[in-house]
């Protein structure tokens, strides 16, 4: 149980094919070697104590910093550092040395427990130098593109800067011309308010009989145009062709409900029909479009004026708009402007996943059902290092007896702007993958690949 | 799983604040028969022993009762059976149709002994119960029983009149409709009842007693209380949404079983009935402040239950562990589990697909945190049809259960009862095919609402049910299962949301019996049928892992169990201890509580502390509902993941011991978790002791279980002896109250004097991964210099211990300067890589060398002193811990 291999015998090929032997105790890193040194007295790395060097790697834990056992079990916090030649080095902690699981791809962990492990570090290291030429020439790739949009974005920048400094100008124009019209209006309306303030009465009584004037002209007009046969009479059937007085709504105009209308006379002459008119004159639509009658020149002062104003009210927007879009944080160098009022979409098994960036991120049923609100832009929330990695969406739609629903959205290096998948690690906090060339970091130097052999 | 709810409207009308629904479920003046028999009060019986019609066979005594009120008679029947217990089973004589009697809790018919007719003369008949000078008194009128060891007497039964037989007739016009005699009503339920009243009740007097226990399932102290005033003790096993605490509302499972304890004496009342049933529990030691401190303190217990026959083993000790084996004798021990699930379970409602599972697993490496199980809830099915997998989220769980097999680890999935009525569904159709759904009471299949919709509830009281069920376990039945797939039967209250107390109709059909008649047993058969169904996928070989909500008196045959929907409330963690220390006390040694919380969401020091005190519980693990955020042990920063993984890691060192516990459990029916008054029987101070709890007898656990403590009093028992802190060594003196400061990292352990432990050190990813490591011996002298201890091995998982006898079973035991290992089975075999390669000798003295003696042999073993605490360690003694071995201090 307790005989272990004191000292191993490493035997690695370098990729100029020589085989090199470099004896050193199982477990131990070839930076540490030095500390090793066979039938010498060895010293903990933490320096507590020196036990004699048959105790190391003896399967029995003499250091409390678990330095005398690198290459067994034996201490709690000890580690195992394997070679794995072919593909990266790597320390395991020394619980799984031996647990019959192959962790080390060289299989140096496990040399005494059976276990039937196969060294994959060539595959692995192949595969991981493939994996890593992609990633390589995505970033490239994705750098180029982030540098177009960072192009673009500046560009875009300007140019809404110069838009916004245009528009401020028309504004001002604008202003003057709404202030010019205002004075105008006033000036046109002064008769009009005069004649009010001294005959309020008499304006009103005026204003009524005009009414009363307009609608007797309207119901003589609609008399005609309701008397199809024009014998002078408006009957039930005449009537019941327009459906728009169909008292309860239901789409269909009955000719009790005419009959109804009609005071239940079967047709009415020009002096009866005022009773009926009063009963259709709401909802009556007149066969023949007319224009409204002149405006006065007050009127028209005041539409002008109007006009005027709201395309005011316009500009502003538009400027507040530009404005507010200007003042999002798009990346050190705005290179995640290009997202801003754009949406992507992702379709899964149930839902469809919505991700507008800056905006919002939503849910909604894929067979039919109403859209669920999985946040509205929160901040930027990545790592103190970088901010820019992760999105955060918050205060989206309440959840029984939980929390509002947010998501967090990881973004990830690529040449496509892409929603490549999402989940709920918790009830009602999401999870989404994004994928953007706006994050992709300039690439370091193609040459500078493991090729497997930096430990010799 | 879950929760439950009552139905989903309900579920969501309710508004956040957490609490039970009380007014979903009954109070004793709710439920006709408890209200009726609860009228009866204290006085004279009206039953009376006809003496003529004794009749005494080797072991058996028969003997007619009659009511002289309505004249009905009464067949009691008592037995001596061996172990020093005596059963009392009372039926009516001649009963219109025959009354269920519960089958399948008794692991056999228990053997007897003879009895003898001392004396007999018109007043009663005097028995002799064998040795130890006992004697069971038949009084005549009324009728009463006394037990009397000497001129002591230990329990009488019907002492006090409440004897309460509600014989079967027919139905007559002038029954009074209130009385609930034919039909009642519970909200919107109708409880049909074709048999009228059936009731049984009962009373013991247990004098001299003034602590009984047991009872579960209560959401309770430890010691019991008198339930003057207001309802008793409810067992009636229910699927409780959001319990609350501290009363006696019945929950998830039932096992009629109270133990009495007094410094003399520790007694067992067994009432075998798997209804409906309420516990009156009066005292009185409140009367003494008025009376006088003459009287004898005295208990007074009273059973009532709706339907089948008075069948009571009365277990008279005298020690606690003879009650528990007399138990054990009668129902079987805690099965014994694979090793394996004495580790960390990883549980959550849910774990989403096979790539959260994937993650979750790898997180666990990547934080260096040992784990056995991933369990998996609800969702992983196939529209909540079990023993199915969602096709989009587990897609391929071969694959996945490789995976965790690679790491040597475990799965649990979720197998609830109630199947969705689908005809598109294999499960429900065998079923309806076979006709193995329980019925209504027109006899049509039972219905209800459970997770899938509708549901149908196998009738799991059949055989020839439980065999087909046990079928479906097997590889090439339930697809997608593999070797490291395991079982959790949830809801087998049964819960049916749309149901009367959201469980199953009283008159719906389980052939011939009503579910009134069996309730309380059904989840137990649920559970035994499962196991049964993993035993046999394995041919036999290996052991099962069922975990279950609900149960009853013999469940400990078939797994573990847990408590239930708790939440993450520090009271919730306070009262894991009192529910699993009642539940070990009637042999459910195999118990644990939702570590977190299951509802809602714990703050960080909760969750810390529920770890630290779950680890020392012997079923462990987290879940979590739904509806909380993520918790898995390294969402709370780098301190705190690593004070769970600390914990975590004692309970991996620890797992040698607790193995050898189960074991013993399994063996004898010792319970695993204790009150310490079971190992202090004679100290007072211990009887009510509920906030610190032995694990075997060896470890003394205090958990922190208070919001913010900066330290917490530790009572550690036995006068004269010693205990160390198992952390700093430490030694302290025994019967005393101990004030121990507490920070975050503290978990206040003990181990007693006197003891040796076997610890497996070295902590990896999972047990499995840890079977051949070298152990250490943690050897705690006594204030004599002794100690003892045991060592059991085996392959941990395999019934092969059983069936082979492949295990090692090892007594250690140091005396006079020297520690022996030797063989406890002789004629076992079994071989096993790890050995012995430290042992630390706490409360030694310096020697001047140590030798290993073995096989003939004498070698030199190196080794440290530690002056300040006094502890010696034996540097790599290096011995096979299966081998005979002598270590002598000279």
């Known amino acids: ?456 | 799983t879950g929760s439950s709810c009552e139905s989903w409207d309900v579920k969501l009308l309710q508004v956040s604040t957490f609490a039970v629904d009380r007014g979903n479920f009954k109070t004793c003046d709710q439920s006709a028969f408890c209200k009726r028999q609860r009228a009866l009060k204290p006085g004279q019986s009206p039953y009376r022993a006809l003496l003529e019609t004794l009749e005494l066979s080797d072991s058996r005594l028969t003997l007619q009762l009659i009511n002289d009120n309505n004249k009905v008679h009464l067949l009691l029947e008592l037995y001596r059976l061996q172990g020093n217990m005596t059963r009392v089973k009372i039926n009516e004589l001649k009963p219109l149709r025959p009354r269920f009697e519960v089958p399948d809790v008794l692991i056999a018919e228990p053997p007897t002994e003879p009895l003898s007719v001392l004396s007999k003369d018109d007043n009663g008949v005097v028995l002799s119960l064998g040795a130890k000078n006992q004697r069971l008194i038949v009084s005549a009128r009324p009728f009463r029983l006394d037990i009397m060891q000497g001129p002591e007497v230990l329990l009488s039964l019907n002492s006090r009149g409440l004897l309460a037989f509600e014989h079967l007739r027919l139905h007559k016009d002038t029954d009074k409709e209130e009385d609930g005699l034919w039909e009642e009503t519970f909200k919107s339920h109708t409880d049909t009842k074709p048999n009228g009243p059936t009731s049984i009740s009962l009373d013991f007097s247990l004098p001299g007693v003034e602590h009984v226990y047991g009872i579960p399932e209560h959401a309770d102290d430890l010691k019991l209380k008198t339930t003057d005033g207001g309802d008793p003790y409810r067992l009636y096993n229910l699927d409780v949404f959001q319990y609350e605490l501290y009363n006696p509302m019945a929950l998830y499972g039932s096992i009629p079983v109270m133990l009495a304890h007094n410094t003399q004496r520790t007694m067992g009342i067994f009432w075998l009935n798997a209804a409906e049933t309420w516990v009156d529990i009066s005292s009185n030691t409140m009367l003494d402040f008025v009376q006088g401190s003459s009287e004898k303190p005295q208990t007074d217990v009273r059973w009532i239950s709706e339907s089948g026959i008075i069948d009571v083993f009365i277990m008279l000790g005298p020690k606690p562990s003879d009650v528990f084996s007399q138990y054990a004798s009668l129902t079987g021990t805690q099965s014994f589990p694979p090793l394996a699930s004495l580790g960390y379970h990883q549980c959550r409602w849910n774990y989403n697909d096979q790539e959260d599972v994937k993650s979750v697993d790898q997180g666990f490496d990547q934080h260096d945190i040992p784990y056995d199980f991933i369990w998996l809830d609800i969702e992983h099915a196939d529209g909540k049809r079990y023993f199915t997998w969602d096709p989009h989220k587990f897609p391929q769980p071969k694959e996945m259960l490789q995976g965790l097999m690679d790491k040597r680890r475990k799965m649990v999935a979720i197998v609830d009862p109630h199947i969705r009525v689908d005809s598109g569904y294999k499960i429900h159709n065998e079923i309806t095919s076979k006709d193995f759904y329980v019925k209504n009471k027109d006899g049509r299949n039972y219905e209800g609402w459970c997770w899938p919709g509708n549901s149908g509830y196998p009738d799991f009281t059949k055989p020839e049910m439980r065999a087909w069920w046990s079928s479906m376990f097997a590889y090439d039945q339930y697809e997608g299962s593999m070797e490291n797939l395991f079982t959790w039967n949830d809801m087998n209250e049964p819960s049916v949301f749309n149901g009367p107390e959201v469980t199953m109709h009283k008159d719906a059909l389980h052939g011939k019996w009503e579910h009134r008649d069996i309730h309380n047993i059904y989840g137990l058969y649920v559970q035994m049928a499962t196991a049964e169904g993993q035993t046999q996928r394995s041919g036999g070989v290996e052991r099962p892992f069922v975990l279950t909500r609900a149960f009853f008196a013999g469940s400990q045959r078939y797994g573990a169990v847990w408590t239930g929907d708790n939440a993450a409330e520090w009271d919730h963690l306070k009262i894991s201890i009192p529910m699993c220390l009642s539940l070990g006390l009637v042999g459910v040694s195999f118990c644990g509580a939702d570590v977190g919380g299951f509802f809602k969401n714990p703050s960080t020091e909760l969750l810390v502390r529920w770890y630290q005190t779950g680890a020392y519980q012997p079923f462990f693990r987290a879940h979590a509902h739904l509806d909380t955020t993520r918790r898995e042990p390294w969402l709370f920063g780098p301190e705190n993941t690593a004070l769970i993984r600390e914990v975590i890691r004692q309970r991996y060192a620890l797992l040698p011991y607790w193995y050898q516990l189960l074991y013993q459990a399994h063996k004898t029916g010792m319970p695993v978790m204790r009150p310490l008054w079971v190992d202090y029987p004679k100290d007072t101070a211990t009887f009510t002791i509920d906030d610190e709890f032995l694990i075997g007898s060896d470890l003394l656990v205090h958990p922190v279980t208070e919001e913010g403590s900066r330290g917490v009093t530790a009572y550690l028992p036995g006068a004269g002896e010693v205990w160390y802190d198992v952390h700093t060594f430490q030694k302290h003196n025994g019967a005393q109250n101990l004030y121990i400061p507490v920070t975050l990292s503290s978990i206040p352990v003990f181990q007693r004097g006197g003891s040796i432990i076997p610890r497996k050190d070295r902590v990896r990813r999972s047990s499995a991964c840890m079977e051949n490591d070298p152990y250490t011996l943690y050897v705690a002298l006594s204030p004599k210099k002794f100690a003892e201890g045991e060592l059991y091995i085996d392959d941990g998982h395999s019934l092969n211990y059983d069936t082979k006898k492949e295990f090692i079973h090892r007594s250690l035991t140091f005396a006079n300067n020297a520690l022996t290992s030797s063989n406890l089975c002789p004629d076992c075999n079994f071989l096993t890589s790890s050995w012995i390669e430290k042992v630390l000798i706490l409360g030694a003295s310096k020697p001047s060398k140590v030798l290993l003696k073995m096989d003939g042999k004498e070698t030199p073993v190196d080794f440290e002193f530690d002056t300040s605490m006094s502890v010696l360690t034996l540097r790599k003694p290096g011995m096979n811990a299966g081998a005979d071995w002598t270590l002598l201090l000279q």
């Open chain 1, 1 to 456: 149980m307790t005989c272990l291999h004191l000292l191993l015998t490493l035997v690695f090929a370098v990729s100029l094919g020589t085989p090199v032997e470099i004896q050193r105790p199982r477990g131990v890193p070839l930076t540490k070697k030095p500390f090793y040194e066979e039938n010498k007295p060895f010293t903990c790395l933490d320096g507590s104590r020196t036990i004699p060097f048959d105790r190391v790697n003896d399967d029995y834990c003499d250091c409390k910093d678990g330095s005398d056992e690198p290459g067994t079990a034996a201490c709690p916090n000890g580690s195992f550092h394997c070679t794995n030649a072919g593909y990266r080095p790597m320390f395991i902690p020394s619980s799984r040395i031996n647990d019959g699981i192959c962790d080390c791809c060289d299989t140096t962990d496990e040399y005494n427990s059976g276990a039937k492990c196969e060294n994959t570090c060539k595959e692995l290291g192949l595969k991981e130098r493939d994996v890593l030429q992609k990633m390589a020439e995505i970033t490239k790739e994705g750098f180029l593109l982030k540098q177009q949009l960072i192009e673009e974005a500046k560009k875009g920048r300007e140019e809404k800067q110069g838009k916004v400094t245009d528009m401020q100008e028309n504004k001002k124009q604008l202003e003057e011309k709404v202030e010019a019209l205002r004075t105008v209006k006033e000036t046109a309306e002064q008769p009009e308010k005069e004649a009010k303030e001294r005959h309020l009465k008499a304006w009103e009584e005026q204003k009524a009989a005009i009414r009363l004037e307009k609608d007797k002209a309207k119901m003589a007009e609609a008399f005609l145009e309701l008397d199809d046969n024009a014998d002078g009479f408006v009957s039930v059937s005449e009537l019941q062709s327009h459906a728009e007085l169909d008292p309860d709504a239901d789409g269909t105009l009955t000719e009790t409900e005419v009959q109804g209308l009609m005071g239940g006379a079967a047709q009415v002459d020009t002096s009866t029909f005022e009773s009926v008119w009063t009963n259709i004159k709401d909802k009556y639509h007149s066969e023949v479009s007319r224009e409204e009658a002149d405006m006065s020149s007050a009127q028209k002062a005041r539409d002008d004026f109007e006009d005027s104003e709201k395309a005011l009210r316009e500009m502003d927007d538009q400027i507040r708009n530009i404005e507010k879009e200007l003042s999002f944080d798009f990346g050190p160098d705005a290179e995640f402007t290009y997202l801003y009022s754009q949406c992507y979409e992702l379709t899964t098994s149930e839902y469809i996943y919505r991700l507008c960036p800056f905006n919002r991120v939503s849910q909604k049923p894929k067979y039919g059902g109403s859209e669920t609100n999985l946040g509205t832009w929160g901040s930027w929330s990545g790592p103190e290092n970088n901010k820019y990695l992760v999105m955060k969406y918050e205060h989206g739609t309440g959840c029984w007896q939980g929390p509002n629903r947010s998501t967090t959205v990881k973004l990830t290096c690529g040449k496509e702007t892409v929603v490549t998948s999402t989940s709920e690690p918790s009830r009602c906090e999401y999870l989404m993958e994004f994928t953007t060339p706006a994050v992709c970091q300039e690439p370091a130097n193609m040459d500078l690949l493991p090729h497997g052999h930096e430990e010799l």
